[in-house]
């Protein structure tokens, strides 16, 4: 039997008419739902005048509201000619691409007069804020110096704060700890001797029971300690201008040659470097680098090489070149061994031969970090040089640095430069105001 000529069954028939029915009814239903939604939400935009659409309906163009805003916005002839372009092209469009045009006139307002008008309360409120703020210049130095102080600090000076913190008034048992103090600090047994004679002898009684007059009086005495007559460096008063660098090895003495090359070379200076320390390969090289980096000119002998024979030809150079500062590093083995100390009395007599009245300077290159050994360093290089300055490494390392009082104390050398850190304006020039204010901060009690 053929299937094509079976006879249709009517429930069947009527149950796909009832499908393809409810497919139709559904479509217009879900038509006009979304018809009515639209026209809903586009009544909602009009309401809210969001969209231009009051100007496209005739019972709201009568409305006042655009204008002033058409009057108040034009500041020039191109904004007023804008403006119309604007308005013109929703017009000629439908209502259905009115909603296309809501979109762009939230982004052409942005001249409403609400923005302008702020801008000149905040011209007027510019001067108000700087005037009521004048750092001084002394604490902006002291405050540029104290994060590469920070460990320093962090020294006696803190464990110094730590004993005066919340006391009104300090008693004897109190005076014996400020004595323990000062004797376990990197400054020294005789310094911290000389600093409680002073106290015991300068203070009253009621000064001694006054924290805030002791901390003073240590605070003054620092200053008056670091603060040794010394003129100021002048690199221009001879040409060349010759600087000898000693000190220990591992000091800093390379690195701080290369730093103090990088500021000359800043200041417009025709720079030397004589590497006399033939006896380390990496202190050669490393003074190669920082030649290149400060367009410096490099003297060198070979591995093992006469110091003296080296920083004699960079001297004589500097001189008939027309340098105008020459920098001689030179050996820095153990400073216990009388060898080396006789081949710099050498070389300070090769440099004057070089050039009459040279060495103008020669300054020691000291490691904080090393403490109170430092002084010892210090007080063998001065025996056997005339050292005219101290160079101090490394502050921002250590908590040792109050080394420095103990120096300046015991030996009257002025302390030049100070290293705090790993940059080229790390090393910074000493000044004693300064690095008193940076390192000594008011105790916790004086909050």
């Known amino acids: 039997m053929d299937p094509t000529s079976a006879p249709v069954n009517p429930a069947e028939l009527y149950e796909l008419l009832g499908i393809v029915g409810?497919?139709?009814?559904?479509?217009?239903?879900?038509?006009?739902?979304?018809?009515?939604?639209?026209?809903?939400?586009?009544?909602?935009?009009?309401?809210a005048g969001e969209?231009?659409?009051?100007?496209?309906?005739?019972?709201?163009?009568?409305?006042?509201?655009?204008?002033?805003?058409?009057?108040?916005?034009?500041?020039?002839?191109?904004e007023a000619e804008t403006a119309p372009e604007a308005e013109s092209r929703p017009q000629p469009e439908p209502a259905r691409p009115s909603r296309l045009a809501a979109r762009p006139r939230e982004a052409t307002p942005p001249a409403p007069a609400a923005p302008a008008e702020p801008e000149p309360a905040e011209a007027e409120r510019e001067p108000a804020q700087v005037i009521p703020f004048p750092a001084p210049t002394r604490a902006r130095k002291g405050a540029a110096l104290a994060p590469g102080l920070a460990r320093t600090r962090s020294g006696f000076i803190a464990r110094l704060g730590e004993i005066f913190a919340g006391k009104k008034q300090i008693d004897p048992a109190v005076v014996d700890e400020i004595?323990?103090?000062?004797?376990?600090?990197?400054?020294?047994v005789r310094t911290s001797q000389k600093l409680l004679e002073?106290?015991?002898?300068?203070?009253?009684?009621?000064?001694?029971?006054?924290?805030?007059?002791?901390?003073?009086?240590?605070?003054?005495?620092?200053?008056?300690?670091?603060?040794?007559?010394?003129?100021p460096i002048d690199f221009g008063s001879a040409r060349p201008f010759v600087l000898l660098i000693i000190g220990v090895n591992g000091s800093g003495k390379t690195t701080t040659i290369g730093k103090l090359a990088a500021r000359l070379a800043g200041d417009g200076k025709k720079v030397l470097l004589a590497a006399g320390d033939t006896f380390r390969a990496a202190a050669v090289e490393q003074l190669d680098v920082w030649a290149g980096r400060t367009s410096a000119t490099l003297v060198r002998g070979k591995e093992g090489a006469d110091p003296s024979s080296v920083i004699f030809d960079g001297v004589k150079r500097a001189a008939t070149d027309g340098f105008?500062?020459?920098?001689?590093?030179?050996?820095?083995?153990?400073?216990?061994?009388?060898?080396?100390?006789?081949?710099?009395?050498?070389?300070?007599?090769?440099?004057?031969?070089?050039?009459?009245?040279?060495?103008?300077?020669?300054?020691?290159?000291?490691?904080?970090?090393?403490?109170?050994?430092a002084i010892a360093q210090a007080q063998i290089f001065t025996e056997a040089m005339a050292v005219s300055g101290i160079v101090l490494t490394k502050l921002d390392g250590t908590a040792k640095g109050g080394v420095i009082l103990g120096?300046?104390?015991?030996?009257?050398?002025?302390?030049?430069?100070?290293?705090?850190?790993?940059?080229?304006?790390?090393l910074r020039p000493f000044d004693p105001d300064e690095f008193v204010d940076a390192l000594f901060e008011p105790p916790e009690h004086s909050n």
Do not use: C
């Open 179 to 188: 004595e323990k103090v000062l004797l376990t600090a990197d400054i020294g």
């Open 198 to 231: 002073e106290l015991r002898s300068s203070l009253s009684r009621r000064e001694l029971a006054d924290p805030d007059a002791v901390w003073a009086f240590l605070r003054r005495r620092a200053t008056e300690m670091l603060s040794l007559p010394a003129p």
């Open 22 to 47: 409810g497919v139709i009814v559904s479509g217009l239903l879900g038509f006009l739902v979304v018809r009515r939604a639209r026209a809903s939400r586009q009544r909602m935009i009009d309401a």
């Open 407 to 426: 120096i300046a104390d015991q030996l009257k050398i002025p302390v030049r430069y100070i290293g705090v850190g790993e940059k080229v304006e790390d």
């Open 324 to 373: 105008d500062v020459a920098i001689a590093d030179t050996a820095g083995r153990l400073h216990t061994k009388t060898d080396l100390m006789q081949e710099l009395q050498k070389v300070r007599r090769v440099v004057a031969k070089a050039s009459p009245g040279a060495p103008h300077e020669t300054w020691l290159v000291i490691d904080s970090t090393s403490g109170q050994n």
């Open 51 to 78: 969209a231009p659409a009051p100007r496209l309906r005739g019972r709201e163009r009568a409305t006042p509201e655009p204008e002033p805003e058409e009057e108040e916005e034009p500041e020039s002839e191109a």
